[in-house]
């Protein structure tokens, strides 16, 4: 009974904390709830009429959602470009911040659930995947897999989240035996949620734009820039508005990381391109509908540029200390890195690899203003989750690291 | 107001309360207020999963929803796949000219939904000069007459792969390959995440975007459950060889229409089938052999 009345005290302490702030504060909420309303409206729509209301179609079946899920996976690996340090190195100045990699990937595990959740067609019959209940079809289907490690992966996040504020809620000594293995434990499981999605394409002998072995390390590698771009953002915002301590140092380090990492995304990109455009095979066709466009149908070609461009700027950007260490360029960069990959892993991925699609026809896809909607609601929905959860574990954090230092 | 008096407890509860109350009104509203059967579909098995009687009343269920639908006598069956037989297909290039009859001809005999448009055969023309080239070929020619001096014309529909990608990628088991070699859909149970439609090299499952529609005089009253009853909003659906008339002894729609004989179509285990016979005497191929799919679709030039 005492523990329930303590877990009961933490949820109502975690919930009374996250919704007390100021005005600039409250009026974030409204923000995020006005695009949720919105999204939910739409989605509305989209449960009335069908997937008719987007711009999918039999061509070009998978489009703006699974490439919003495809690059939310990748930004759910955060954690672990911070748990790696803290933990495997015992690296102090990051390991201090780690929980906000952890944090950052339940919000982004989220958003990836339902993004897919508004990609299927009878979403009432999502039970079907569940195992034991449904008849979900592993080992042999590659999204039942994925269905498998990103809800574990939530979990895994979920109960290292949970317990390390329920201790410092509680002021109470965290259990390093119990936690520190949980954390190892998400580094592969990290590697796994990119790899298993990486293979859902890779695995489509049917698509040769997919097809190609270099995709799962390009995921991993693209992943370890944007999923830390946003942290590096929340880090300097954090700084600012909350009296949690980010030591430059932690953020100097992680920009250089992402500059490695951008570097080997670059590298294995170059790698394909270069495989494509030498052997000229009839495969080229979707490398070419993506930067040369086929034709009139040239819909992708500028985002394809913008997308290249601006991982080569942050990747010089980040590969210079003077200018990672610079805030302005250090932000500028982390911008145009998730411009450049929530491009490259979006709907650069998915759009060429459909167009044109397994028998020559060139179906030109845009998303619909209901797609974009739907779009923004779960955006809204992720950065809901995540700001609540940052609100109510900031005071935590910094009381127990107070202490420590104390 | 102080801060502390709009954030008291005591309004946010009561406020989590009624929000809670709420939803579950709403949820109880939505199940009460549905249609008729929308809760035991919710809860509906696998078809495979299911018992004979079980089978017998799933049967019943589709036909009585579908005569409530379109006011008329349907008949739907789930007639199992016969022994010893091995569907396959064999579609001559030189003869086909390309008038897409069997195109709908199969969209009647499958009650595909005619607004919007679902075709399971897509036929490509495709210029003398450079052969057989997917990606340059197109669906959309409309000339005056066909077939027209320059092009030839090649009609590809489901495969029946014997080792087909789109079964392995379902994330449900919703579809599956019969002992016959038909690959089907449980409508029933397909979530409707397009794994499939990715999988497949030969464009040749489709998807629901909308409701489907068919006017009443036009339903085709033979219905087989894995093969031409209507289908949802939703779901994937596809060629089965004509399902309802072939495990029965006749020949799929499309074959029977064709104007010109270039369709064939038999039982690969017979070696007196007009199948095997077209194999032995002619030159067979199949579309994309190097992806290893293995089609039961054969394509042959007999001239």
């Known amino acids: 009974m005492e523990r329930l009345r303590k877990i009961w005290e933490f949820l109502f302490g975690i919930l009374r904390m996250s919704l007390r702030g100021g005005a600039t504060y409250y009026m974030w909420l409204g923000f995020l709830g006005v695009l949720l309303l919105s999204g939910i409206l739409a989605y509305a729509d989209q449960l009335r009429l069908g ?12 489009a703006f959602y699974i490439g919003n899920f495809t690059f939310l996976v990748g930004v759910a690996a955060a954690a672990v470009l911070l748990v790696i340090p803290a933990y495997v190195y015992h690296w102090k100045p990051i390991k201090e911040i780690a929980i906000f990699g952890e944090l950052l990937a339940i919000s982004a595990i989220v958003m990836c659930l339902l993004f897919v959740t508004v990609d299927i067609g009878r979403p009432e019959r999502f039970w079907h995947l569940i195992p034991g209940l449904g008849s979900l079809n592993v080992p042999s289907s590659l999204l039942g897999w994925d269905v498998l490690v990103l809800n574990g992966y939530l979990l895994l996040n979920a109960v290292i989240v949970g317990y390390m504020l329920y201790k410092a809620f509680h002021k109470e000594e965290v259990n390093q035996r119990f936690v520190v293995p949980l954390l190892l434990l998400s580094i592969p499981a990290a590697i796994s949620i990119h790899t298993v999605t990486a293979f859902v394409y890779n695995g ?3 698509r040769p734009f997919w097809n190609a072995s270099i995709l799962a390390p390009r995921f991993i590698a693209s992943a370890f820039c944007s999923g830390p771009a946003v942290m590096i953002i929340l880090f300097l915002i954090l700084r600012r508005v909350s009296r949690i301590h980010v030591r430059d140092e ?17 590298f294995l990109a170059g790698a394909e391109l270069f495989k494509e455009f030498y052997s000229r095979t009839e495969h080229l066709v979707h490398t070419r509908y993506l930067y040369t466009g086929l034709g009139d149908h040239t819909t992708l070609v500028p985002f394809a540029w913008a ?24 932000v500028l960069g982390c911008l145009l890195i998730y411009t450049g990959v929530y491009i490259e892993k979006g709907m650069a991925l998915v759009i060429p690899g459909m167009t044109p699609d397994t028998l020559g026809e060139i179906y030109e896809y845009a998303p619909t203003v209901t797609e974009l909607r739907v779009g923004a609601g779960i955006f809204a929905v992720g950065f809901l989750v995540f700001t609540l959860l940052c609100k109510a574990a900031i005071p935590m954090i910094h009381r127990t690291y107070a202490s420590e230092e104390g | 107001m102080s801060e502390h008096d709009r954030n008291s407890p005591t309004s946010r509860r009561a406020f989590l309360t009624a929000a809670g109350l709420t939803g579950m009104a709403a949820i109880s509203a939505a199940v009460a207020g549905s249609k008729p059967g929308f809760v035991e579909n919710l809860l509906a098995r696998r078809f495979v999963e299911l018992t004979p009687e079980q089978v017998q009343r799933r049967l019943d269920e589709v036909r009585r929803e579908c005569e409530e639908r379109f006011g008329r006598e349907v008949d739907v069956k789930s007639t199992k796949a016969l022994e010893g037989v091995v569907f396959g297909y064999g579609l001559d290039l030189s003869r086909c000219v390309g008038c897409r009859r069997c195109v709908y001809a199969c969209a009647k005999e499958n009650n595909n939904s005619r607004h919007p448009q679902v075709h399971w055969i897509r036929v490509l023309q495709m210029e003398k000069e450079d052969g057989i080239d997917l990606v340059h070929s197109t669906a959309y020619y409309n000339p005056e007459k066909v077939p027209e001096e320059d092009y030839f014309y090649l009609p590809v529909a489901c495969q029946q792969c014997r080792n087909p990608p789109c079964t392995r990628a379902c994330p449900v088991k919703a579809t599956w390959q019969e002992p016959d070699g038909i690959v089907v859909i449980d409508y029933d149970w397909c979530i409707g995440c397009r794994c499939c439609m990715s999988a497949c090299p030969y464009g040749a499952r489709h998807f629901n975007w909308s409701d489907p529609t068919i006017d009443a005089e036009a339903v085709n009253p033979d219905m087989h459950y894995l093969g031409n009853r209507p289908r949802m909003r939703g779901v994937v659906e596809k060629c089965t060889f004509c399902i309802q008339r072939t495990r029965e002894g006749r020949y799929p729609a499309c074959c029977e229409i064709c104007p010109v004989g270039a369709r064939k179509f038999g039982n690969l285990l017979d070696e007196e089938s007009e199948i095997r016979y077209l194999m032995h005497e002619k030159r067979v191929f199949v579309l994309k052999e190097e992806l290893a799919t293995r089609p039961k679709f054969y394509y042959f030039y007999a001239t």
Do not use: G, H
């Open chain 1, 51 to 62: 997937l008719v209301v987007t711009n999918m179609r039999d061509q070009v079946s998978w």
């Open chain 1, 204 to 206: 489509m002998a049917a």
């Open chain 1, 250 to 266: 932690a953020i100097w380090k992680i920009a250089e990381l992402m500059a490695y990492a951008m570097f080997i995304n670059l």
């Open chain 1, 307 to 330: 997308s290249l461009i601006c991982s080569i700027a942050a990747f010089l950007l980040f590969l210079v200390p003077s200018t990672r260490r610079n805030e302005v360029t250090l």
